[in-house]
C-alpha cells in the first residue's frame, strides 16, 4: 500500500483559493485510483474529487463542480487538488485516498470512502466569510 501525506491547507477568505498536496510513498503509485474527501465537524467523510490512475479522466462532487480540479503528476507521485472561489461551506478536513485498481474497474466509480484503504493524515482549510 501507498502512505499518503497532505499539505497545503490553510486559512482564506471567501473567494480565495487553496491548492493542496498530496505526497504518495512506498508502491507504485500510477497503479492507484486517488481521491479527494472533506469532512466538517459534526459531518460524515464525504467524496469530493476522484480521479483515474493515468489523470486522463476525473469525478468531481456537484459541490464543487467548476471550482475544483484534481490532477496528479505520476513522476512527482504527487496528487493535487486546486481549489478556487472558496466558500465557507468549504470548510473541512481535507483527505487524500488511494485504493489500488484492480482489472478493469474504473476509478472514476469509486466515490464511497469505504472503497480506498490508504488515507493521509489531513489538512485543514478553513473560509471565512
Known sequence: QVQLAESGGGSVQAGGSLRLSCAASGDTYSRYCMGWFRQA?????????????TGAMSYYDDSVKGRFTIS???AKNTLYLQMSSLKPEDTAMYY??????????????????????????????????
Not at 465537524?41 to 490512475?53: D, L, N, Y
Open 72 to 74: 496528479r503528476d505520476n
Open 96 to 129: 487524500c485516498a488511494a485504493r489500488r485498481r484492480v482489472g478493469i474497474t474504473s476509478c472514476t466509480s469509486l466515490r464511497d470512502r469505504a472503497e480506498y484503504n490508504s488515507w493521509g493524515q489531513g489538512t485543514q482549510v478553513t473560509v471565512s466569510s
Open 41 to 53: 465537524p459534526g459531518k460524515e467523510r464525504e467524496g469530493v474529487a476522484i480521479i483515474s490512475t
